[in-house]
DNA sequence: TCGTTCCTGTGAACGGTTCGCAGGTAGCCG
DNA sequence: CGGCTACCTGCGAACCGTTCACAGGAACGA
């Protein structure tokens, strides 16, 4: 359950540059780690691990599940990539750029909005003037209760 | 990972009244039930299912884990229990009560800062006037990077 | 006090993740 | 271009938190 505090977000343009940066950092790249990093590029949403050792499928050649997580935990202290949870399940993973979605998660719906992280500087800011706290909404979501569900429980209780 | 969504917060004085109110649901009141409604009124802090089974570590009997969670699963449909997550590890249970804390956890010492909901009432307004969104930081923290630690990032880069 | 139904305790199973180990290979060096 | 060596892989078993199935037990209404 430890995570190994991940490194500072760094944006590769594709497999290769990433492999580089492997490299300039002394690790190796493997068959392996390129088909973890092959697969986060081809997909543009966060996916959990199995799917990555799947090869999405099919799509790519399917890896060991251990070696999936193995490498995952690598490449996020690279910084190349981050995780994120998004409600209760599995941890899902994705390649990490410098502002990454933010999510808000409707508990009684399941719904994910997700959201482009200038929608919620506002807020940021607001919790940095009234505790000093730098707030990233990219790795467990906001929860709670989305328009749509609000409206039909207040809907609810006025008619049940 | 299917968790039954909970009934609304339920607040009750002591284990009486929420014995009481487990009966006029329908449910018995077990001595199972009735000793993690006393481990959760003798702790005043989330805790797991764990230490509710250890009996708070041995304060109280221990009882059986599969039937904690039973129970407070059952309880927390009923309204009386909620359970978060702060950061990775376990669930946490508490009893329900109207307007539960909210957490700040800082992702780089691990800090947890308690707030109470009032605090966070403006944000809480900003997210309901910008989204519709209803938002609720009882169940995730709100995860960043606290003053402390960020003034030692920004220390640590001004002179490496 | 009895009967029914719900609840318990136990153990096994589960999903997600980590670990230990023997063998394989990336990348440096000659 | 071939060899060395540390790093990495693939496999299996283990782990943690949680859920399930089932046979026996007890709460509560009658």
């Known amino acids: 359950m430890t995570v190994a505090h991940p490194g500072p977000a760094v944006a590769a343009r594709d497999v290769e540059s990433a492999a580089a940066l492997m490299r300039e950092r002394g690790l190796r790249v493997s068959a392996a780690r390129r088909l973890v990093l092959e697969v986060l590029f081809a997909t ?61 998660l409707c508990e009684s719906c399941d719904a994910v909005r997700v959201v482009v992280p200038a929608q919620l500087d506002r807020v940021r800011r607001l919790l940095h003037e009234r505790f000093g706290f730098e707030a990233r909404f990219s790795h467990f979501p906001i929860v709670g209760t989305c328009a749509d569900c609000a409206r039909r429980a207040s809907a609810e209780q006025a008619d049940p």
């Open 44 to 104: 543009r949403e966060p996916v959990r691990a199995e799917r990555i050792a799947s090869g999405l499928e099919g799509r790519f050649p399917r890896s060991d599940l251990g070696s999936v997580y193995r490498n995952l935990e690598t490449l996020e202290q690279v910084g190349l990539v981050r995780h994120l949870h998004l409600g209760h399940g599995p941890g899902l993973y994705a390649l990490a750029d410098g502002r990454p979605s933010e999510y808000l």
